[in-house]
């Protein structure tokens, strides 16, 4: 059965204006639906709840998913296909989805025509939630620009939106920028950065957005500050993966990610055990709306947690905290523990006025290179105070500062802020 996006749409908005209770109930009815569907059609999910001693009746709620294992991609991808997918369904009818590898872990994965359907609302949500409207012309700087034709509402100014591959020239970006008149900005913290760099230093007679968007990088404090200061808006920051699409996003209370707990279960989990609210775990989910190759339990692989207050802008879905996005790369400390970057990350924060954007290589156990685009040139004592930050958290680490014009961006177009070469 064909749905239109927009009628997702509109039901993912009215249910903005729902209750917390009231969405949880909803949240549990996909739920037990799902779960039942997964016994009866799909192998994986026969076998792992047999394993496990578990009939889907016991699973009522997101509560519930504890007696059931978490998986992640490297468990999926040892499976035979054909047993990842609804048995019903031929693989012709299917739509094949990557992720983008930026993760350093390529995957991928099925889903039928309804669900991508519905990804294409959730993934609007968060952009018409903030104000986005249907004649907003949106410039997005993005690793996939679409070469998609025009269609007919955007023939008659409707949905406008540009995409500009993010790995051009920043030169090209802000020559963009400047023609396009456009009321929304959209893109990786990293390239925005970049930009809004570029704006500072130019000048240019432009016309301001209204609105700008990040997404798909962890976007830090000052990266945060630099942006909203050039385009002289607050920047707002959608948080999603490939799998599940948008799943969270900032209102203009910036207290956290409105979590879409009408499309996903959330877990927030340590050790397998769901930790409280507040405290940090892996952001485990559960797809509910995926029926072509169900995800229960799915490890995102990314840290964040459960926020116990709701917001004060009165949307009932409850909010979360991104403590870190796409924990590939972890820095090691002396004794050999694995650490979240942001430790090192959040302290340089602090070098904002010496640098416009910077990277650090973790190349060696005790040794560091940061690499950074300066804003004026650096003295010794620049280098040393630089090289101090890092130490703070990494004793006696040999510190070497490099200057650069620009930070390369990996295959996709993003900017990594830290790299571990051990
Ligand atoms: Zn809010």
Avoid at 359 to 381: C, D
């Amino acid at each position: 059965m064909a749905r239109s996006k927009y009628r997702v749409l509109a039901g993912l908005m009215r249910n903005e204006r729902r209750s917390l209770p009231e969405l949880i109930e909803l949240q549990n009815r996909k739920l037990r639906r799902l779960v039942e569907h997964a016994y009866e059609h799909v192998p994986l999910y026969r076998r792992l709840f047999q394993q496990a001693a578990v009939r889907p009746a016991e699973i009522q709620s997101a509560a519930d998913l504890e007696k059931l294992p978490v998986i992640d991609k490297t468990l999926l991808r040892a499976q035979p296909l054909d047993d990842l997918l609804d048995r019903r369904i031929g693989r012709e009818a299917l739509i094949e989805k990557h992720t983008s590898g930026s993760s350093g872990s390529p995957f991928r994965f099925f889903v039928d025509p309804s669900f991508d359907t519905w990804c294409k609302a959730q993934y609007l949500r968060p952009y018409i939630t903030n104000g986005r409207t249907p004649f907003d012309r949106v410039l997005h700087f993005t690793a996939f620009p679409g070469a998609k034709p025009r269609r007919w509402f955007e023939r008659i100014g409707l949905m406008r939106e540009r995409t500009i591959g993010s790995s051009l020239p920043v030169e090209t970006l802000l020559t963009e920028l400047c023609e396009q008149h456009v009321d929304i900005v959209q893109g990786y913290p990293s390239v925005l950065a970049g930009l809004a760099a570029a704006v500072e230093r130019n000048k240019p007679e432009y016309r301001k957005p209204r609105l700008v968007f990040t997404d798909s990088e962890l976007l830090t404090d000052s990266v945060r500050m630099q942006i909203g200061r050039a385009f002289g808006v607050p920047v707002l920051d959608v948080f999603g993966a490939y799998e599940t699409d948008n799943i969270g996003y900032e209102c203009s209370q910036h207290s956290g990610y409105h979590l879409a707990i009408d499309c996903v279960a959330a877990e927030f989990v340590r050790n397998g055990k769901a930790v409280a609210p507040g405290e940090e775990g892996h952001l485990v989910c559960t797809v509910l709306d995926n029926y072509a190759m169900p995800l229960i339990r799915y490890n995102l692989d990314d840290i964040a947690a459960a926020s116990p207050d709701p917001c004060a802008c009165g949307r009932g879905l409850p909010l979360m905290s991104v403590i870190e996005g796409r924990m590939v790369d972890r820095a090691v400390l002396p004794d050999g523990s694995k650490v979240s970057p942001m430790q090192f990350l959040g302290k340089l924060d602090s070098i904002g006025e010496l640098a416009l954007e910077y990277q650090i290589t973790q190349t060696a156990l005790h040794e560091f290179r940061v690499t950074l685009v300066p804003r004026r040139e650096l003295n010794m004592a620049d280098r040393e105070r630089v090289a101090h930050i890092i130490r703070q958290q990494h004793e006696n680490a040999r510190v070497i500062v490099l200057e650069t014009g620009e930070i390369a961006r990996d295959a996709s177009g993003k900017r990594r802020t830290f790299i571990s070469e051990i």
